[in-house]
């Protein structure tokens, strides 16, 4: 059901049609306490509720339907389209590091080159070209940028070397944490575990925001 719901959120048309019930259902809470205002006593915290709500109504209309309303031409269509299919075929392609992420446990070993996709998504965003028209897109791609860098960041701070043989490394939380530190094993273990579920579910909305748009 939530998925659903959020679906129909994230749709271009549908988001269209939600945004302009909510302002106009505001709207005219508004005009019927204004339309009143002069002829009955209306309480001063109905007063502030009412100007407040105008606020609100004047911040979601300037950005938020703003955004929503947001029409490709010939042009920008195309380069969004290129970066889409970048990241989702060279950058963070579903059969690399996101396959990685659904199947593993942080509480065990792992390679990072098993990783390495989210390092190369990390380092194109680092460029000034790499970037969406659309405002919905860019702000989808802002915020899996962000549980990334906050996910190797994690990585970085709480795994080391684990030497399964002279010639193979491998990477993990250390396992003397389970017993001399536990909350801290704890809280490393679920903080990585959660955050790779994180990072997948915001992919897949990317993907299928992508797919509806671009309708590939």
């Not at 702000?139 to 193979?168: C, D, V, W």
């Not at 530190?181 to 903080?191: A, G, I, L, M």
């Amino acid at each position: 059901m939530m998925n659903q719901i959020k679906k129909i959120w994230m749709d271009t048309v549908w988001s269209k049609v939600i945004a302009v019930i909510i302002v106009a259902i505001g709207q005219s809470i508004c005009f019927i306490v204004w339309k009143n205002l002069l002829t009955i006593k209306i309480p001063l915290w109905l007063f502030i509720v009412t100007l407040f709500i105008l606020l609100v109504l004047w911040l979601f209309q300037k950005h938020f339907i703003k955004r929503v309303s947001f029409c490709y031409d010939d042009k920008t269509i195309k380069l969004d389209q290129k970066n889409f299919e970048k990241i989702r075929i060279e950058l963070l392609p579903q059969t690399g590091t996101i396959s990685f992420l659904r199947g593993h446990c942080f509480a065990g070993v792992f390679a990072l080159d098993d990783l390495k996709d989210l390092h190369k998504f990390e380092q194109e965003c680092k460029k000034n070209d790499f970037d969406f028209f659309n405002p919905i897109f860019e702000s989808r791609k802002l915020e899996l940028l962000k549980l990334i860098e906050h996910f190797t960041l994690a990585i970085g701070a709480n795994t080391f070397p684990h030497f399964i043989s002279s010639r193979e490394r491998m990477q993990r939380v250390p396992s003397e944490w389970a017993y001399e530190q536990p909350e801290r094993f704890k809280t490393v273990v679920n903080d990585l575990n959660n955050t790779s579920d994180l990072i997948c579910n915001k992919y897949d909305e990317f993907i299928w925001l992508g797919r509806r748009i671009f309708k590939i």
